[in-house]
């Protein structure tokens, strides 16, 4: 139990952290990720919702989609996405409170910012793969989506389903 309990918090620190590089990356006003494009987008737009909210709601969706696609073959384990997407969403905010005086100005301190948050974001990915317990929904929505994919057309692997739902983000 004690081993297990390690890997979920060693999971749950990863997508602290990961939290952290996408705010980092998102200040430095060259863009964000593409799974984050979205939430970003409608979080200016609609002001009232903040871009760890949206984020959470797209996380949700991609977790919905999910459980569609998979139906009896979704494991109820995976539920504890929810739970990490509350916590993933929740730190979003917090580390774009914690940069919020924070607004590069000139080319060279936004690609510092940019390099800073993509290094912080390669961390937290390293350190939430590793335990291999549960993903993330939108990991979760590109397996269930290759998944699905592979049942009709096995040469369609998992790396051109992400490459294709990257697309569609943008």
Known sequence: MKVI???YFYFFLG???NSFGIAFITKSNLGTSQISSIPYIFSLEYTDFSFGLTTFIF???FLLIEIALLRRDFEPIQFLQ???NIIF???IDVSMNLLS???PETLIVKLISLFIGCFILAIGISIEVAPNVI???GEGVVRALALVIALKKPQIKFGTVKIYFD???I
Request: aromatic content about 12%; proline content about 4%.
């Open 89 to 91: 969403s929740f730190f």
């Open 15 to 17: 997508i602290i952290i």
């Open 101 to 103: 005086a924070f607004e």
């Open 167 to 169: 697309i569609t983000l």
């Open 5 to 7: 309990s390690l890997r």
């Open 82 to 84: 929810i739970v990490a």
């Open 135 to 137: 993903v993330v929904p």
């Open 59 to 61: 996380n949700i969706i």
